[in-house]
């Protein structure tokens, strides 16, 4: 039926043996690559201010078990994972963990800074406090609005 030289049979097989190759190994990258994490928030080095609890959340790929602080966190179906932390002032590492089923281990730290809530908001209050007087001192004043419209000599 198909009349190939030895030399063409030859290229054809080699090209079937590497689309194989590549299919698998693209198939296994996940068992090949190990878990990772990947956090969606809150970015690294962030201020937040510790009067309200931090929500950190993102995906874990090829993991079976993560932890934060040595804590244990769900993961959903996809990989999904959220976890609410209530920082301390000062600065915050959080140690993300996971795992997966061949036993290898990635880490993630998240540094976070973390302000008094109440030294926050008397620091913006006192600089708006600060700016306001001299603002609307500016724009009440009347010497620059003329006192009568110039009227149209034509």
Do not use: C
Not at 64 to 84: K, R
Not at 110 to 135: G, I, M, R, W
């Amino acid at each position: 039926m198909f009349n190939l030289t030895r030399l063409q049979r030859f290229a054809l097989m080699g090209l079937f043996a590497g689309m194989a190759t590549g299919i698998s190994l693209f198939a296994l990258r996940g068992v090949l690559l190990g878990p990772r994490i990947e956090i969606y928030g809150p970015q690294p080095e962030t201020v937040v201010a510790t009067a309200a609890p931090l929500r950190v959340f993102g995906k874990a790929t090829q993991a079976t078990t993560l932890s934060v602080n040595g804590a244990p966190v769900a993961l959903d179906v996809q990989g999904f994972f959220e976890y609410v932390y209530d920082p301390a002032p000062g600065i915050n590492y959080l140690t993300l963990e996971a795992h997966d089923r061949l036993g290898r281990t990635v880490r993630r730290t998240l540094t976070l800074v973390a302000h008094p809530k109440e030294a926050y908001t008397t620091s913006h209050e006192q600089d708006f406090q600060n700016e306001s007087p001299q603002e609307t001192s500016q724009a009440s004043t009347t010497e620059d609005i003329p006192q009568q419209l110039p009227t149209d000599s034509r």
